[in-house]
């Protein structure tokens, strides 16, 4: 009952925050068009002819953004042409100027009561999604309940994953190139900006909305991902440290940086996950941040080259990939219902090796072309860093990572950039190969070959082509999440750290029983 | 000419076989016949089929591919007899599969006890792929759901019907649930996970017919007390028997099962058999000689490669293991923890207050020395009990040592300091120290220290 109620809840917020994106339409009127003129957001070079071709399109209206965004993005096409050769609008303005437009173009009622909306939009459905989770403490007793997930139009790409997928893919596309699209849903994060940045006057960039809508996600997803299983003290920690992480390190401490005017820097998000930490502007900006920021330099070079290794051999990549990093948190959380859907085959392990360590030779050369270009003063390789850092940031940072890596979830599972693409998962699984203390150990011979472990890995491991030769497994993939033992119904599989030697045991000692017969 | 080996049946004993043989031998001609499915998949997993934990694919353990990768030919089809003289095996559609070896791997088959109104539609047992696909038809739209007989797959049964919402009548012939197998702590912490589970438990209870409706189906189940029970649906999970009816007409001796000498073999030249359908003609003590578990099948099939390829090698039952999962209460076995304790074997069995958790150690009075190992709701490392109880290990050192057994995940509690203190206060002019806490470092330490 409790539990129909607040999916009914989520539903009626989920379909509200959709409406949010046209209610109220776009309109530029006169008190839009002074707006317009007083904003102090357009560039002195280009803003004349910007708004004499916005200019013309006063006393339009549209209904939709789907009407509004092309208009205003023809017009400052026009603008381009009007400039003549050599002079362009950049991607990294069109963006802002097509966010703002739609801002002060927006007649929706949400101006001035932004709060209220997020309440009824993304509050209700938070609640709505709590109601519906909480109650399984009480009426079901703990320990794994996989009950129905293959039958499941929501979890086994049904038509609801589908949804799930085609509005996650949207809204990847929307915040990464189109941000305009979603003026109405940014500016509800507004207050949010405000309160944690002390400015009365702040504005939701579309990466101030990004990090709120995620972190809450981790929130709301983890305290599920907390009662799915709260048998087990190693998935209640997991998460804590998940939501921790994403929370401070994420979400509030590079924006209380800003509010005090220092870089907005992530101290977990570490090189070459992290893959503009060496471009120009971010070192210029370290350099120019005083102590703090040379601190933040520091920091992010020992984190990649010393500490985030060093504790991989200690306990396993899974110290960042499935207890700290926010890609990871995600899929931990948000992603966890699509776990199984990973393929598990040796033609996707085959493309998974060749895919990760692709793109960490990318991310190499890209750093290195970069920084070689930084420290000559523009002299090496001047023509051959830009598009590069573009490519990768497109190909990589954006369409991989983002518009794939989540929108896919309800497809592909949970872990589809952290498997075949993260660079930094790729320098973790190789030290997690060739020298750390990390093990899944089989448990002798208890293994009846069911399944379960396999279908629940997120990163598409075949467990029980391991376990079931007592084999203990090692796989430069494994996040640790756990999951593989949690769902075992025979007590086959520990996460485990130990001494290294033995490590990889050709096959377990007593599968026979006289223990002289192998088992592989 | 290589030799053809055909085993027949593609469950872990058949495959575990062919396996084997391939990996030990390039150039064997190996087939294997089944006419449940073309590939393999694992038995044990057919519930989770049923729960929708996860679909048929899932229970494969190989892929596909594997097959043709290993040369091991696949024959789909029922086999009606074996011709012995002619060697070869007889489908029933009368085409013929000559053999040089003949492995027989076929499995159990669901036992009925001839009770009036057992083959009646909507009572099934559940043994086979097609028993999936025919309870999936019979528990469409039920109210509720009887399981008879209280055993490993009747326990199941249950839970497969509980995920779906089915009210299930759980008639169990024992005083308490499998008390034949279990001592009383165990079988009772067990009553307690079904009837929490909201499954209606009925103990001590025993079918005397199963009664039809209107439309010729399964409409009521009646037990020897007079009680009626309404219900769409009837598990008969009494047990299962080496599957060898069509073995009847041939040369091959059996008995429950068919009859093998110590190397696995039958009475007939090149004929060998594995698994559920085995009878050992000597088992080992202690043992029986008919084990239907799956590590046993595999066991065999491991075995058997050898024998077939050269090396011939004795089956050896070695140290009893199992498990289970009884809905959320995880249960392992090593070594022997019998109902009733045998005369001079006693027992040191700590239970958690309250939560159903339970480590229990039986250990021979006149020597101390530990025979097994049993917990429930706690997970206990394979190769550590097995390493004890083939040293000989005695109780004290097993106590001593104990942290380096808990197989539990990280972070979850640990309660050997419960156990040791539980035989401190019965033992109080000897106490003992636990030594070794839980994890890998902890057993490898013990190792070396010993
Ligand atoms: C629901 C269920 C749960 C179980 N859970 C566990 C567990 O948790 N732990 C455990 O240890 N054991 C468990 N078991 C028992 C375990 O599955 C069996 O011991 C094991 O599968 C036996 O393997 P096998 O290779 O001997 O035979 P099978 O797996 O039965 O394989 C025999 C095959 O041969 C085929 N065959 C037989 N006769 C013919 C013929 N005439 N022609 C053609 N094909 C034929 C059969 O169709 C079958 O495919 C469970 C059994 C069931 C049914
Ligand atoms: S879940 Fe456990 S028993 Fe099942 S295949 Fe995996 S390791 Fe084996």
């Known amino acids: 009952m409790v539990r129909r109620t607040g999916m009914a809840l989520f539903l009626a917020a989920f379909i509200g925050f959709l409406g949010l994106l046209t209610y109220g339409g776009f309109e530029i009127d006169d008190a839009a068009w002074s707006e317009i003129e007083q904003s102090s957001r357009w560039q002195d070079w280009h803003k004349q002819p910007f708004l004499d071709a916005i200019g013309e399109l006063r006393g339009q209206s549209w209904s939709t953004p789907f009407g509004f965004v092309p ?137 101030f909305f990004y990090g709120f809508l995620y972190t809450l996600s981790i929130l709301v997803m983890g305290v599920r991902m907390m009662v799915h299983y709260r048998h087990s003290r190693y998935h209640l920690l ?68 010393l500490l985030i290794p060093l504790l991989a051999a200690f306990f396993g990549k899974r110290w960042y990939c499935s207890w700290v990093c926010g890609c990871g948190g995600l899929a931990e959380t948000l992603g966890d219902p699509y776990r199984h859907l990973s393929d598990k085959s040796l033609k996707a392990w085959k493309i998974e090796r060749w895919l990760i360590h692709g793109v960490l030779v990318f991310a190499v050369i890209m750093t290195g072309a970069t920084l070689a270009n930084y420290l000559s003063e523009g002299k090496l390789l001047a023509e051959y860093t830009g598009p590069v850092q573009e490519w990768y940031g497109f190909l990589i940072g954006s369409i991989f990572a983002g518009v794939v890596g989540t929108g896919f979830y309800p497809f592909m599972g949970n872990r589809v950039w952290c498997r075949f693409g993260c660079p930094l998962a790729a320098i973790l699984g190789i030290v997690q190969k060739y020298k750390s203390r990390f093990r899944i150990t089989t448990n002798g011979g208890q293994c009846i070959s069911c399944g379960n472990c396999s279908t629940y890995c997120e990163m598409g491991i075949d467990v029980r082509a391991y376990a079931q030769r007592g084999q203990n497994i090692i796989r430069a993939s494994c996040v640790g999440c756990g999951v593989c033992a949690a769902v075992c119904p025979r007590g086959v599989l520990r996460l485990e750290n130990g001494p290294e030697e033995g490590r990889y045991n050709e096959v377990s000692l007593l599968q026979i029983g006289d223990g002289k017969i192998d088992a592989a | 000419m290589a030799q053809h080996v055909v085993i027949l049946g593609n469950g872990i004993a058949g495959i575990t076989a062919a396996r084997h043989i391939r990996k030990r031998c390039a150039e064997t001609r190996i087939t294997v016949v089944s006419g449940e499915t073309d590939h393999f998949f694992s038995r044990t997993a057919l519930m989770y089929i049923y729960m929708g934990h996860m679909k048929y694919e899932h229970t494969k353990p190989y892929e596909d591919s594997f097959w043709a990768k290993n040369r091991i030919e696949l024959r789909r089809g029922w086999v009606a007899k074996v011709d012995t003289a002619g060697k070869a095996l007889v489908f029933d559609d009368g085409s013929t599969l000559a053999y040089d070896s003949l492995v027989l791997a076929t499995g159990s088959a669901s036992n009925k006890f001839g009770w009036p109104g057992q083959d009646l539609p909507g009572v099934q047992g559940l043994y086979s792929y097609q028993d999936l696909e025919s309870m999936e038809a019979n528990t469409k739209g039920i109210q509720r759901g009887v399981v008879i007989g209280g055993g490993l797959i009747g326990i199941e049964t249950a839970e497969m019907l509980h995920s779906r919402d089915i009210p299930v009548t759980f008639l169990v012939r024992e005083p308490s649930w499998m008390s034949n197998v279990f001592p009383a702590e165990e079988s009772e912490l067990i009553n307690r996970e079904i009837r929490q589970n909201g499954i209606d438990l009925r103990l001590g209870a025993e079918l005397d017919r199963i009664e039809a409706g209107p439309d010729g189906r399964a409409a009521a189940v009646v037990t020897k007390d007079g009680e009626t029970i309404p219900c769409g649906f009837v598990a008969l999970t009494v047990g299962v028997h080496p599957n060898i009816g069509f073995l009847k007409e041939s040369e091959i001796e059996t008995d429950r099962g068919i009859l093998v000498d110590d190397h696995l073999r039958t009475n007939i030249p090149d004929v060998y058999a594995a698994g559920d359908c085995v009878q050992l003609r000597q088992a080992a003590p202690g043992r029986r000689p008919v084990e239907a578990v799956w590590y046993t099948g595999r066991a065999m099939g491991q075995t058997l490669a050898r024998t077939l390829t050269g090396e011939p090698t004795p089956y050896l039952q070695g140290r009893w293991f199992n498990s289970a999962k009884f809905f959320d209460l995880e249960w392992q076995i090593y070594g022997e923890a019998p109902a009733t304790l045998p005369d001079g074997v006693a027992t040191l069995c700590w239970q958690h207050a309250e939560k159903p958790l339970l480590i229990r150690i039986n250990y021979r009075e006149s020597d101390q020395v530990v025979t097994g190992f049993q917990v429930m709701g706690v997970r206990y490392r394979h190769d550590a009990c097995h390493r004890w109880l083939e040293d000989g290990r005695t109780l004290r050192y097993v106590l001593e040592n104990l942290g380096a057994a808990n197989f539990d995940p990280e972070f979850y509690r640990e309660y050997e300091s419960e156990v040791v203190a539980l035989y401190n206060s019965k033992f109080p002019e000897a106490p003992v120290q636990l030594k070794r806490r839980r994890g890998l470092t902890g057993w490898i330490r013990s190792l070396r220290a010993s």
């Not at chain 1, 991607?91 to 009824?120: M, T």
């Not at chain 1, 949207?170 to 002390?198: E, K, M, Q, V």
């Not at chain 1, 804590?240 to 220092?262: D, H, R, Y």
């Not at chain 1, 060496?278 to 005083?290: A, I, K, P, T």
């Open chain 1, 238 to 305: 997991r998460t804590v440290s998940i939501i921790f992480f994403q929370t401070g390190f994420a979400f509030l401490i590079p924006e209380i940086l800003v509010a005090l005017n220092k870089p907005w820097f992530d101290f977990k998000n570490a090189w070459p996950l992290n893959y503009t930490f060496f471009h120009g502007w971010s070192l210029d900006q370290f350099q120019n941040g005083g102590a703090l920021g040379w601190f933040m330099l520091f920091w992010g070079i020992g984190l990649s080259l």
């Open chain 1, 71 to 207: 208009a205003i993005n023809a017009a400052i096409d026009k603008a381009d042409e009007a400039m003549g050769d050599g002079v362009q609008f950049q991607k990294w303005d069109r963006q802002p100027y097509g966010l703002e437009l739609a801002r002060i173009a927006s007649k929706s009622p949400i101006g001035g009561r932004e709060g209220l909306f997020l309440f009824l939009t993304v509050g209700l459905a938070c609640i709505g999604g709590l109601l519906y989770a909480l109650p399984r403490i009480w009426l079901e007793p703990a320990g794994i309940k996989n009950n129905g997930v293959m039958f499941s139009k929501a979890k086994s790409r049904g038509w609801i994953g589908i949804g799930v997928g085609v509005f996650l893919i949207g809204l990847y596309i929307a915040l990464y190139f189109h941000p305009a699209y979603i003026a109405n849903w940014i500016r509800l994060t507004d207050p949010a900006t405000r309160l944690i940045s002390g400015n009365p006057d702040a504005r939701a960039s579309q990466w």
